[in-house]
């Protein structure tokens, strides 16, 4: 009997392509499309978002012409509570959250699987750009760095656990992001030209505070920008305007150019200093999950880096206890940023991560 794999399609053409080669592959697949928000609902036009309903209809598309059936799945109360309230609240405290991560590590991985389970399906299958290897050794499945560097995705699944890994399947990731493209237009399918979306989804217009008003109906009152020493350098429009290593939009003169190096919601005040002052050499991660080994027994040398499109920069890693871990980087790190992710590589292997504190 033919292995079952649910394979989670947004409409883009990554995950079409990754839908054709499972189905070449001999598995009986299934479709699935998670709607995770009404667009109408926040106030978002239907371009350039992974839930509209062009997305649906190209997924469909893709769908009917490989022969597999397609559903769309309502995972939306999940998505606003465990991804949109997540996202808002990391501002409300002074982080700057990556929600692709949470939508991973609660949606796709999670909800998803368990839906797949309740189908009987073996896999979920993303088109995600990540290779998952069991290492014969230590017995442990490891997730590593796709084929194509420039397009590797592997940060932002580093809080996937050996089980999700095990019933997991990533086609792409020993192709090409132009290989990939190839195969779409040679199937014919309507999304092979498809623009990647290079935005959060439920934030396409890239404004974050105007989303957060009106998503929760606040208004977040000013306060004083301060310096290092707390003198009083001008007034800001509300901590959810500002993140870490910001520069524009300040609106404060200074005979140099000022950064926020520090944002402090309980007193209201967001901290300008100069470029030196957002250098730093370490910090604390919490929420850590390791995936390359069970846990970090003594300091390991890792490459790590603070957010997506950052270089890996040598590091080493202490575990702290279950659930943290402190990281001592070589050579200072600029803006170091509450609520981000560090991931740690040891080659092109993750071996875990965690969210900066």
Request: with cysteine; proline share 3%.
């Amino acid at each position: 009997m033919n292995k079952k794999a649910i394979i989670a399609m947004s409409g883009g053409v990554d995950s079409g392509v990754a839908a054709y080669l499972t189905k070449k592959r001999g598995f009986e697949c299934i479709g699935a499309t998670m709607k995770l928000y009404h667009n109408e609902d926040i106030g978002l036009s239907r371009e350039r978002t992974c839930c509209s309903l062009e997305d649906v209809e190209d997924a469909k598309s893709v769908a009917y012409k490989i022969g597999i059936p397609h559903y769309v799945f309502n995972f939306s109360d999940l998505f606003r509570e465990k991804v949109m309230d997540r996202f808002v609240a990391a501002y409300e405290n002074g982080a700057t959250p990556n929600p692709c991560i949470d939508c991973n590590r609660f949606l796709k991985f999670d909800k998803l699987y368990r839906r797949a389970r309740e189908l009987d399906c073996d896999y979920v299958v993303t088109g995600h750009y990540a290779r998952i290897e069991k290492n014969g050794a230590s017995g442990r499945y490891l997730l590593k760095k796709a084929v194509d560097t420039a397009k590797d995705q592997s940060y932002v699944l580093y809080a996937m656990t050996q089980e999700q890994l095990s019933h997991t399947l990533f086609p792409l990731g020993e192709y090409r992001k132009a290989q990939v493209r190839e195969i779409a237009a040679q199937q014919a399918f309507q999304n092979a030209k498809k623009h990647d979306s290079q935005d959060i989804c439920f934030v396409p217009n890239g404004r974050y505070a105007e989303f957060i008003e009106g998503y929760t109906g606040k208004r977040y009152p000013p306060g004083d920008f301060v310096d290092e020493d707390g003198h009083v350098l001008g007034r800001h429009g509300g901590v959810i305007r500002y993140t870490v290593g910001q520069r524009r939009g300040l609106g404060v003169s200074a005979a140099a150019p000022l950064y926020v190096t520090k944002i402090d919601p309980a007193k209201n005040t967001v901290t300008l200093g100069g470029s030196d002052a957002l250098y730093s050499r370490s910090l604390i991660a919490a929420d850590l999950n390791l995936i390359a080994v069970e846990q970090i027994e003594r300091p390991m040398r890792v490459k790590a880096k603070i957010r997506y499109r950052q270089s890996e920069q040598w590091a080493t890693v202490t575990q702290i206890d279950t659930d943290t871990a402190g990281v001592l980087f070589d050579e200072p790190q600029r803006a170091i940023t509450k609520g981000q992710a560090v991931v740690f590589y040891d080659g092109d292997v993750v071996v875990g991560g965690g969210t900066i504190q």
